[in-house]
């Protein structure tokens, strides 16, 4: 006889219960779609193409809203509806000026990350830095060496920013 005074036999695990174990869930294996799918959001033409128009799009809004905002000194003489033609066409050179420069950016930030990550073969905070100076650096171009340069340090230091807030390398 045992020396255990309770009625049930003891486990052989010494006291482990299979209710607490994780449940493993089986493999899932990709479909043929999403294989296909992986690999055409992967073609760095793609990204950037997909990355240009929606940064236009968000140039197009931000351009709308701020367009919106602006308060021109309208002339006393002008009737409603003239002041409503001017603000309508104030908006919409606003928004197109904004949806170029918000596409071209996100057109080169995404080729150029997408580029450094292929020719890295890493997927990490690097990536986001080398983009955002060629970026930065590519948009200010115009106004000269030192503006570039400023430029690709400001665009690098916030892309990094904005990668450790969205946090997504880990």
């Known amino acids: 006889m045992s020396s255990y005074g309770g009625g049930e036999p003891q486990n052989a695990s010494s006291g482990t219960d299979d209710s607490s174990k994780p449940t493993i869930?089986?493999?899932?294996?990709?479909?043929?779609e999403e294989i296909r799918g992986q690999d055409i959001w992967n073609n760095c033409a793609v990204r950037s193409v997909v990355s240009g128009v929606m940064g236009g799009g968000l140039g197009l809004l931000m351009g709308l809203?701020?367009?919106?905002?602006?308060?021109?000194l309208l002339h006393e003489e002008l009737t409603a509806r003239q002041q409503i033609a001017f603000q309508a066409k104030t908006m919409a050179q606003r928004s197109w000026s904004s949806c170029k420069a918000f596409a071209v950016m996100g057109l080169i930030f995404s080729a150029s990350e997408c580029i450094?990550?292929?020719?890295?073969?890493?997927?990490d905070i690097t990536n986001t830095v080398v983009a955002g100076c060629t970026t930065g650096g590519a948009i200010s171009a115009?106004?000269?060496?030192?503006?570039?340069?400023?430029?690709?340090?400001?665009?690098?230091?916030?892309?990094?920013?904005?990668?450790?807030?969205?946090?997504?390398?880990?």
């Open 25 to 32: 869930d089986p493999i899932h294996l990709p479909t043929i």
């Open 65 to 72: 809203f701020f367009g919106a905002l602006e308060n021109p």
């Open 116 to 123: 450094v990550e292929k020719v890295r073969a890493k997927h």
């Open 142 to 170: 115009r106004a000269g060496p030192r503006a570039a340069c400023a430029g690709c340090a400001g665009f690098a230091a916030f892309s990094v920013v904005i990668e450790k807030f969205m946090e997504r390398h880990s």
